[in-house]
Structure formats: structure tokens, C-alpha cells
């Protein structure tokens, strides 16, 4: 029996995905995988029985992810999963800072016991009276699973779209409208556009990389949306170039004490992916992972380990093996399996970064020795018999 916890509310349609081999716990210490959304995990104690954490949408701040690779514990994540739901709520912040919908709303809810609200409506609403935005220049940074349909359906509005990313994926550029212009230095996009979308990671390269130094370079009056992580902009900057009337509006996801309520900010509370398709997607994806990886030892969408896919086992047992990426360990660990008279029909190897990852196809299953062989084996984190 795999036992399983979900440390936030995970939709029913994903853990509908578990049949009888697993079993809800409540408890962490318990658990063998899990799943998580937005809860906070740097502080927990992870127990040694822990295998996975998958993570129900793109952003992984929340997981302690080298913590977890030490500890051979593979950590997924579901890029995509969410990626319309905050498509359509970028379209709708173009719509929002193009044209003063938020302050014609606004006005009506103040003047709602005007009895003569119809006509004083036609004196009053040149006031929020803006721009279309066909026709107007839109920069995506960041060409992934959002920024791509953002970049299609900006073009399907009218819009001429610039997208900038150097590490472009071949299925993003399979995906992309070929209207799209690919632009080669992210300073192009500061320079030549009208609205400006970010969507990348958070890591140290990118944090704050919408400082005062880029927003110099930008047009006045540019529009920027940040819909992907609010540490991407630094808001000091971001407010001065409000106030200054260089930046006209910026859009963000991420309410902060620095934005709320300040000129020209308009702030969502976080609804990207606040959706019920985009709970259910990611829910689904999430089980999915853990599922083959508990059950083949496949990685699929890992953040700290590499992509390994052997399909379902063939033979008469596999073993997987979460190890240091350092010299010679294929060898060791194939002289242990060797050594205990066992016959290697398949093997794959992968490594990211410090970590990598063995998969060894059987032709008779491993016994406890040849685990605790391999375990002790220098550099090995972890060793799972998945059949």
C-alpha cells in the first residue's frame, strides 16, 4: 500500500486517480508522497519513507527543493497545467489598464443613487475613456506554457507581438503563432514596446529584474503586467515610475503592502490560476506524476532530478537508484547488481546538476542484499524496488 497526504485541498478528479494500492493518511510522517499547492514546506520535517512531492501548479518557492534532492525525494511540478487560466487573466489586464474600466466602475457604484445616473453618465464617462489595443505593440518575456498562448492570443487581437526568451524550448517554438517576432535581447522589448508581459522563473537571475535601470529604458507611458512572480519587479522602482508618469499602469497578481492602493497600480489578488479547469488540470497532472513514479519510477515535470521515462517494466524487476552526479557511480552500481549474479537487460542513466538518477531493468528481481548493497554504495541518497 503507497501512502499518500495532500497538504492543501487537491480537486477530486486528480485524487480520484489513486486506486486501491494507495492510501490516504493524514499525517506527513506517514506519507510516502505528496501533494501540495501553496502550504509551506521549508519548516517541515520530511520523513525518510518520503519519496515525492508533486506540486499542483508551476511555481515551487514553497518547497524546500535542494532539502528534498538530498534527501532523494523527487519534486514535480505541473507547467501548463495552468496555463489558460492565466492567459485569459492577462488578456483581461491589457483590457483593464488600456481603458479605465476599474475607475468608470468605480464611478458608477459612487453615484448609484443619482436618480438622473443615465444622463449624467454621458458627461461623466470621457473621463475613463482610453485606447484599443490592436495594433499596439505587446513584448512576452518568457516564451514557456503561458507566454506563448498569451503571445498567440495578443496576435489574434490585432496585437504585434515581440517575444523574448534564449532558452525557447523546441515545443514552444512548434507552438508559437508565426507572427510572432523573435527578439534576441530582452532590452528590445524595454524599447520598442506598449505593454510589457513577464513570464519566468524566480531564481537569483531573475529576481528584480524589472528595476529601475530597465524601467529607463522602457517608453513613457508603457503598460507592465506581471502575472508570474512579484519579486520578478522591483517595486520601489516599479511605484517612482508610477508616480513619475513614465510607466501609465503596472498590472500585478500579487497584492504587496508597496502597490496596494497606489497610483496607477492595478492589483489582483493572486487569481491566475483561480479557476476550477485550472484546479482540476493541475490536480490531474499532480497524481498523474506521482502514479509513475511510484509505480514505474518514471520522472516526468521533476524540478530537482532529471526527466527518466522507461516506459512500464518489462522485465522481471527494476530497481532506481537517486544518486550524487559524480565519477564512476554507474560502474559501482552495476558491479553491486553484477556482483549478486543478476543480469542488467536495461539501463538508463541521467544527471542534473549535482543530482542524477539510475534506472536498472532486471532479469530477476533484486533481493534485500542487493538493496542494502546499493544503498551503501558512496554517494547513493536513495534506493526504490519498484518491481
Not at 495552468?82 to 481603458?99: H, Y
Not at 508603457?222 to 519587479?233: A, E, T
Request: glycine share 8%; hydrophobic share 45%.
Amino acid at each position: 500500500m503507497i501512502k499518500y497526504t495532500c497538504l492543501n485541498p487537491i480537486a477530486q478528479c486528480g485524487l480520484g486517480l489513486f486506486d486501491d494500492k494507495y492510501e490516504k493518511v493524514d499525517e506527513l510522517a506517514d506519507a510516502q508522497a505528496v501533494l501540495v499547492r501553496s502550504a509551506a514546506m521549508h519548516d517541515l520535517e520530511l520523513p525518510d519513507t518520503l519519496e515525492a512531492v508533486a506540486r499542483a501548479g508551476a511555481g515551487v518557492n514553497n518547497i524546500p527543493l535542494d532539502k528534498c534532492a538530498e534527501k532523494g525525494i523527487v519534486v514535480f511540478n505541473t507547467p501548463g497545467a495552468n496555463a489558460n487560466g492565466v492567459k485569459e487573466l492577462v488578456l483581461a489586464g491589457l483590457l483593464l489598464a488600456s481603458r479605465d474600466i476599474v475607475g468608470g466602475i468605480q464611478w458608477v457604484k459612487d453615484n448609484q443613487d443619482d436618480e438622473n445616473i443615465n444622463k449624467t453618465t454621458e458627461k461623466a464617462k470621457k473621463a475613463f475613456a482610453g485606447n484599443e489595443i490592436s495594433g499596439k505593440k505587446l513584448g512576452v518575456i518568457g516564451m514557456g506554457a503561458i507566454g506563448v498562448k498569451v503571445a498567440n492570443a495578443a496576435c489574434a487581437l490585432g496585437m504585434k507581438v515581440y517575444g523574448y526568451d534564449p532558452f525557447m524550448s523546441v515545443n514552444a517554438a512548434w507552438s508559437v503563432d508565426k507572427s510572432v517576432n523573435h527578439v534576441l535581447a530582452v532590452e528590445d522589448i524595454y524599447r520598442e514596446c506598449d505593454y510589457i508581459t513577464i513570464h519566468v522563473p524566480l531564481m537569483d537571475s531573475t529576481r528584480e529584474m524589472i528595476n529601475k535601470d530597465a524601467i529607463d529604458m522602457m517608453k513613457d507611458g508603457v503598460v507592465f503586467l506581471n502575472f508570474s512572480r512579484d519579486s520578478l519587479v522591483a517595486e520601489d522602482d516599479m511605484v517612482a515610475a508610477l508616480e513619475a508618469g513614465k510607466v501609465k499602469n503596472y498590472v500585478v497578481d500579487f497584492p504587496s503592502t508597496k502597490t496596494a492602493g497606489k497610483k496607477g497600480c492595478i492589483v489582483i489578488p493572486h487569481l491566475g490560476a483561480s479557476t476550477a479547469e485550472s484546479e482540476d488540470n493541475c490536480a490531474v497532472m499532480a497524481a498523474e506524476e506521482l502514479i509513475d513514479y511510484m509505480e514505474n519510477g518514471n520522472i516526468r515535470n521533476s524540478v530537482n532530478y532529471p526527466a527518466c521515462d522507461a516506459g512500464v517494466c518489462q522485465s522481471e524487476g527494476r530497481v532506481t537508484i537517486l544518486h550524487k552526479n559524480i565519477q564512476n557511480m554507474i560502474s559501482r552500481l552495476a558491479t553491486v547488481v553484477g556482483g549478486a549474479g543478476i543480469n542488467i537487460a536495461h539501463m538508463t542513466n541521467k544527471s542534473r546538476g549535482d543530482y542524477a538518477y539510475s534506472l536498472f531493468d532486471l532479469d530477476s528481481p533484486a533481493d534485500a542484499a542487493v538493496v542494502e548493497a546499493l544503498k551503501n554504495v558512496e554517494g547513493v541518497l536513495k534506493v526504490r524496488v519498484i518491481k
